[in-house]
């Protein structure tokens, strides 16, 4: 950002921010001086939660409603914020949903409605956030949450890995075409959290054995939230078209072994 914006508080916009990951990274981005734009989906309950926090942090925030399947229009949340806070400086695209079908028995309903929200859906709302950073001058930042399954397959997950691989390379597209505009675009590639998501809500991670994954745990959503908050601010200027594993070793196994070995047998030849 330029000279003149750092006078005026940076905001994110952060979808999904309800919960897990989303809330997190709302959250942290507000500790560090940012006001904060909050998307949900039916969790009203939890996006006011996060409010809260962000609140408490001494940060202005604003609230809408985001329904990926419901597309274009879906998008309109994201000017409807920009408005209410006055800019947008950072877009981070947390929402998203996923599988556990096996290929064969998947409906085109089930495709078309991952493949919208985890993909076509971060498209249409990048679109917006980077028409408006351009046109108001001095950069900015987006920040795609995919998966380690932007890089690797899971059985059950068809939809859900195609999109996130779509987005991973939607994401140097975006870092090519955006970069003459001084916007960074990364992905951050999460393993297996504990979140709502994967039934883990408030879970202790450190008590909690993978031994399929190297560091032997889950991870927590605030050490995703790290991650997007360095990618968002001035240390990464230089950074852009990366993916970021942030997954405790996993993609070094492997994620379909890492999340089901049950021993830790592998650790010796």
């Known amino acids: 950002m330029t000279e003149e914006n ?7 916009l952060v979808t999904g921010a309800d919960s897990g990951i989303g809330r997190a990274v709302a959250v942290r981005l507000a500790r560090q001086g940012m ?20 609140r408490d942090a001494g940060r202005r925030t604003a609230s809408a409603r985001l329904d990926l399947t419901d597309l274009p229009g879906a998008a309109d949340a994201v ?39 985890d993909l076509v859906g971060p498209f249409l709302c990048s679109q917006r956030a980077a028409r408006r950073m351009i046109a108001q001058g001095g950069g900015g930042r987006i920040v795609n949450v995919t998966s380690v399954h932007e890089h690797q397959p899971r059985v059950g ?11 991973g390379m939607l994401t140097q597209v975006m870092a090519l075409e955006l970069s003459e505009y001084g916007i960074t675009v990364n992905s951050v590639a999460p ?5 709502p998501m994967t039934g883990q809500e408030d879970a202790d991670v450190y008590s909690t054995e993978r031994p399929g994954i ?36 996993m993609l070094r196994m492997g994620p379909q072994a890492g999340s089901h070995l049950t021993s830790h047998d592998w650790r010796r030849p």
């Open 6 to 12: 750092r006078t005026v508080a940076p905001v994110a």
């Open 35 to 54: 006001d904060i734009g909050v998307t949900w989906h039916r969790d009203r309950e939890g996006a006011e939660a996060t409010a809260r926090e962000v």
């Open 79 to 117: 000017d409807t914020l920009a408005e209410e806070l006055g800019r947008v400086d950072v877009l981070v695209n947390c929402a998203g949903t996923g599988t556990a079908t096996r290929f064969l028995d998947l409906d085109h309903a089930t495709v078309r409605q991952v493949l919208d929200v």
């Open 157 to 167: 997950a068809a939809p859900y890995c195609a999109a996130k691989g779509g987005l």
């Open 191 to 195: 393993g297996e959290i504990a979140t």
């Open 214 to 249: 190297p560091l032997g745990r889950p991870g927590d959503a605030r050490e995703v939230a790290a991650v997007v908050a360095f990618l968002t601010g001035p240390e990464a200027s230089y950074t852009t078209g990366a993916s970021w594993a942030v997954d405790g070793g």
